[in-house]
């Protein structure tokens, strides 16, 4: 059986679309991200040890970029909660300085917070 990953993963409050930097069709969405890696949600199950050119659309421009261009192989692949759907981790080949940051403002703008309390008391 695959390890998962070691470090935390943060959740974010949206999905952006992960695209393949080759033609610019969407592969999937982020699940999860941290430094390190991500896992995504997809319709298609992608080959283990597979290197992949992505781009994770942002939300709103950050620094002007619209995206962050990274590279990633596929560490593991299984069927998602949804049956219907493959969820895919992988792990970033290189992160640069400018990249670091772009992921750091991606979780720190848009992390889900556990703790939310949807009820306001009176």
Not at 56 to 61: A, G, N
Not at 79 to 90: C, F, Q, R, S, V
Request: hydrophobic share 35%; glycine share 4%.
């Amino acid at each position: 059986m695959d390890k998962k990953p070691r470090l935390k993963r943060d959740n974010l409050i949206v999905y952006p679309r992960i695209l393949s930097k080759s033609d610019n069709e969407c592969i999937g969405v982020l699940a999860d991200i941290n430094l390190t890696g991500l896992k995504i949600v997809c319709e298609n199950k992608l080959e283990k040890e597979s290197t992949l050119e992505i781009m994770i659309e942002l939300p709103r421009k950050i620094g002007g970029n619209q995206y962050i261009d990274i590279s990633g192989t596929v560490k593991w692949a299984a069927k998602d909660i949804n049956p219907d759907y493959y969820a895919i981790g992988i792990l970033f080949d290189d992160v640069s300085v400018k990249n670091s940051k772009l992921i750091n403002v991606l979780i720190n703008d848009y992390h889900f917070e556990n703790e939310i309390n949807l009820y306001q008391e009176d």
